[in-house]
């Protein structure tokens, strides 16, 4: 195996997730994307096998082993190389894609060791690149985007038009291949039945929310992704611009809303934290949603200061060592639903304690 | 709100759909969404249904039927990916860079219908390809600002931005016609 694709699929926490970013009491991440393409090789739908070929041997003969920037090193993995449960890991910590796993045909990803750095080959497109941020840092994000867009187009010709902009194969990337989403706690909006009103006015604007985790990808754990649909006919900044001024609305209201809670309901919000923190201590059996939840209130009962003791980094780590194939990476073995169940109390019982 | 596919999960897509012109609107789960085939999984966030009605006037969100076509839409094909127009509409997806050319003369509405109206790309050029192009575009801006220095009657820094896009324009020997107005 790899060297160091032991780390990433071993540990639960990627290390640019270690610090906290900006207003990280509601945005835990900010993910930059683009989506990029060789000019004159079909893309991944209509390619064969030797045309992918050309694009991931390119990639490996031109960006593998080479540094991007100080403690920015890429390493080149191949899903061929990875077994099924590998792929789950790495598609649990958001490093690919679900899609990126389903290909059967030549593709791959390129990591940075800091695991900031994500660049998906043969995914939709030949190339989608990825930046992850804690908190939220959309500017700083876009901006670090380009630069190493910028260093990818010193050594590929993108497909690019100057009327269509970035050429991809879905109409919905095309222009600037630009998706940038913020992914946000959202308990108290949640609670209160808010999010239910402002989702469709959200929507309005050209922007989409969606649930995170769990499994029909519903809001599983209070958590939402925001990100633009628009790419076409928009400069990035301005893309930038809306999103966080919606975003920055969000966080005043999800703000103002926790106030509300913790003014009105004070007791009944702090029983509802400890209970939760009562059933994470010490359940011997949970499934993920209600750990999520659980966790969701922990995390809540964090930066309203409920809990002071534990840290937000441990709940980051528990959100993905929680899932599936973590679980079964951490048990060194495969486990049924009921198994998982078990050891995931197991997990949480034993982190938590930690934390004491 | 509660799904209403499913009613049990919530509402957290809310989607609309152009059916014959009438507007829809449609109030999933992420699970029924993908489900009904209204998105695809993960990373999509387009309907499948608002790309392929623009193409086909599809009349409900479940028909699988296309309506009767020009018979040279369907013989339209890219000769550089071999994908045919149909495919296209089907799959929803460009076979490769040159279809955006086969089949541009369908593009626009789709475009309009996904980017807000939008057709055309204002944002990042590549950098190394296509220097032109950015210093055309650099010159364009310069222009703008240039207008509204002089419409804010502040000529020494309208001068000094004339001369920045006289410079400019020397360099590229681009519009050169147009200095001096
Ligand atoms: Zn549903
Ligand atoms: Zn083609």
Redesign the interface.
């Known amino acids: 195996m790899i060297m160091s694709l032991q780390s990433f699929i071993e540990k639960a926490i990627s290390p640019w997730m270690q610090e906290d970013g900006p207003d990280h009491d509601i945005v835990l991440s900010t993910r930059i994307r683009l989506a990029r393409n060789f000019t004159d090789v079909p893309f991944p739908i209509m390619a064969d096998e030797d045309s992918l070929k050309i694009v991931s041997n390119w990639i490996q003969d031109h960006f593998n082993q080479k540094t991007f920037a100080e403690g920015k090193k890429l390493e080149y993995i191949s899903m061929r190389d990875l077994q099924a449960l590998e792929k789950r890991a790495l598609v649990e910590k958001h490093l690919i894609s679900p899609y990126l796993i389903e290909r059967e045909k030549e593709s791959g990803v390129l990591l940075t060791n800091d695991e900031q750095v994500s660049v998906m080959i043969n995914e939709e497109d030949h190339i989608r690149l990825q930046l992850y941020f804690p908190g939220l840092q959309l500017e700083r994000g876009l901006e670090e985007a380009f630069k190493f867009d910028d260093w990818l187009e010193e050594k590929i010709d993108y497909a690019f038009d100057e009327k269509r902009g970035y050429l991809t194969s879905c109409p919905t990337n095309v222009g600037t291949g630009l998706r940038a989403s913020v992914m946000m706690h959202l308990p108290a909006l949640t609670l209160t039945q808010k999010m239910n009103k402002m989702v469709p006015a959200i929507n309005q604007l050209g922007l989409v929310v969606r649930g995170l985790y769990g499994e029909g990808s519903e809001a599983v754990g209070n958590i939402y992704q925001i990100s633009n649909q628009v790419t076409l006919g928009r400069s990035e900044s301005d893309i930038i611009d809306d999103l966080h001024g919606v975003v920055n609305q969000m966080i005043e209201r999800e703000r103002y809303a926790r106030k509300l809670l913790v003014e009105q309901s004070e007791l009944r919000l702090e029983d509802r934290i400890y209970r939760s923190y009562g059933t994470l201590k010490y359940s011997r059996i949970i499934e993920s949603k209600e750990a999520a939840k659980c966790l969701s209130d922990l995390r809540l009962g964090i930066d309203v200061g409920y809990l002071t003791h534990l840290s937000k980094s441990i709940l980051n780590e528990l959100m993905v060592l929680t899932q599936p194939a973590f679980l079964q990476q951490y048990a060194q073995q495969s486990l049924t639903a009921k198994q998982r169940d078990i050891k995931r109390a197991a997990i949480i019982r034993e982190r938590l304690g930690l934390e004491e | 709100?509660d799904c209403e596919n499913c009613h049990q999960?919530?509402?957290?897509?809310?989607l609309t759909n152009y059916i014959n012109g009438e507007k829809t609107e449609i109030h999933v789960?992420?699970?029924?969404a993908?489900e009904k085939g209204y998105i695809e999984?993960?990373?999509?966030?387009?309907t499948i249904h608002d790309?392929l009605s623009g193409l086909f006037n599809f009349n409900t969100p479940m028909a699988k039927k296309p309506e009767p076509q020009t018979s040279s839409q369907q013989e339209l094909t890219c000769p550089?990916?071999?994908?045919s127009y149909l495919q296209f509409a089907k799959?929803?997806?460009?076979?490769?860079?040159h279809c955006?050319q086969t089949f541009k003369d369908h593009?626009n509405p789709?475009?309009r219908r996904?980017?807000?109206?939008?057709?055309?790309?204002?944002?990042?050029?590549?950098?190394?390809?296509?220097v032109h192009?950015q210093k055309k575009r650099q010159i364009q801006d310069y222009r703008e600002q240039l207008k509204q220095l002089i419409a804010q009657e502040a000529f020494e820094e309208a001068a000094k931005l004339r001369d920045k896009i006289k410079a400019l324009e020397q360099a590229s020997e681009l519009n050169r016609d147009e200095e001096g107005e």
């Open positions: 709100m999960r919530p509402a957290t897509l809310h789960c992420q699970h029924c993908i999984g993960d990373d999509e966030t387009y790309l550089h990916c071999n994908m799959t929803g997806k460009f076979g490769c860079s955006y593009l789709l475009f996904i980017h807000s109206g939008n057709t055309e790309h204002i944002g990042k050029i590549p950098k190394r390809q296509y192009l």
